[in-house]
C-alpha cells in the first residue's frame, strides 16, 4: 500500500522568510500522481498543485515553488517571502494511475505552517 | 462553479443515533468522493461514485456506513447507531474525471456524545 510522510508537524516563521515543507511517498508502482493541497481555517482544502510521474520537472508559480525529485521519492514544496495569508495546514498527497482515480488520495498527515507578522 | 455543498455544517448526536449528511458536487462532476478527518490526521478515503455508482469503498468503511448517489447528483452519507469513534469531519470532493484536481466542501462535523 502506498504511504504519504509529512515529517514536519508545525512550522513557525516569520512573515517574508522562505520555508520548504517536506513530502516523502512510497510506493511499488511506477505510475502514479502527486499533489499539495492547503487547509485554511474554514476547513476546505484547496488545491495547488498535481505532478505525474513521469514528469520530474520542478514548478514554479509566483511564490510558491515545487521540487520532485524520483530518486528520493519526495515532493518538496517551498513558500518564497512568506505572508501571513499562507498560514495553513498543508497536505501531501498521492494517487496511483492503476486505480483510475477510484480509490482516492492518500494524504499525508500535514504539516501546520504558521506565519508570524 | 458554485462550489461543493455540504449539510449541516456541524452535527452534534448521541452515542446510538442514526444521522445522514448531504453532498451537493459541483453540478458537471460526475465523480464524487467522501473522505473522513480527524484532528490532527490528513483525510482518509471512506468511498468512491462514478454518476450513481458506488465503485469503491475503503475497508475503514464499516457496515454501519452506506453512502448514496441517486440519479448522479448529490449524495449521501449515513451512519447508523453512531458511535464515539466516529466523531470526525466528514469532507465530500467532486471531480469531472479521474486524477482531476478535487474540489472540496467545508466539510459535516460531526460529533458524538
Known amino acids: 500500500a502506498q504511504k504519504v510522510t509529512q515529517a514536519q508537524t508545525e512550522i513557525s516563521v516569520v512573515e517574508k522568510e522562505d520555508v520548504t515543507l517536506d513530502c516523502v511517498y512510497e510506493?511499488?508502482?511506477?505510475?502514479?500522481?502527486l499533489f499539495w493541497y492547503k487547509q485554511p481555517p474554514s476547513g476546505e482544502l484547496v488545491f495547488l498543485i498535481r505532478?505525474?510521474?513521469?514528469?520530474?520537472q520542478n514548478e514554479i508559480s509566483g511564490r510558491y515553488s515545487w521540487n520532485f525529485q524520483k530518486s528520493t521519492s519526495s515532493f518538496n514544496f517551498t513558500i518564497t517571502a512568506s505572508q501571513v495569508v499562507d498560514s495553513a495546514v498543508y497536505f501531501c498527497?498521492?494517487?496511483?494511475?492503476?486505480?483510475?482515480?477510484?480509490?482516492?488520495?492518500?494524504f499525508g498527515k500535514g504539516t501546520h505552517l504558521i506565519i508570524q507578522p | 462553479d458554485t462550489g461543493v455543498s455540504q449539510d449541516p455544517r456541524h452535527k452534534i448526536t448521541k452515542r446510538g443515533q442514526n444521522v445522514t449528511f448531504r453532498c451537493d458536487p459541483i453540478s458537471e462532476h460526475n465523480r464524487l468522493y467522501w473522505y473522513r478527518q480527524t484532528l490532527g490526521q490528513g483525510p482518509e478515503f471512506l468511498t468512491y461514485?462514478?454518476?450513481?455508482?458506488?465503485?469503491?469503498k475503503s475497508r475503514l468503511l464499516s457496515d454501519r456506513f452506506s453512502a448514496e448517489r441517486p440519479k448522479g447528483s448529490f449524495s449521501t452519507l449515513e451512519i447508523q447507531r453512531t458511535e464515539q469513534g466516529d466523531s470526525a469531519m466528514y469532507l465530500c470532493a467532486s471531480s469531472r474525471q479521474g486524477f482531476e484536481k478535487l474540489f472540496f466542501g467545508s466539510g459535516t462535523q460531526l460529533s458524538v456524545l
Open positions: 498527497a498521492l494517487t496511483l494511475f492503476s486505480g483510475g482515480g477510484a480509490d482516492g488520495l492518500t
Open positions: 510506493t511499488r508502482d511506477t505510475t502514479y500522481y
Open positions: 461514485f462514478q454518476n450513481e455508482a458506488q465503485l469503491e
Open positions: 505532478r505525474n510521474s513521469f514528469d520530474e
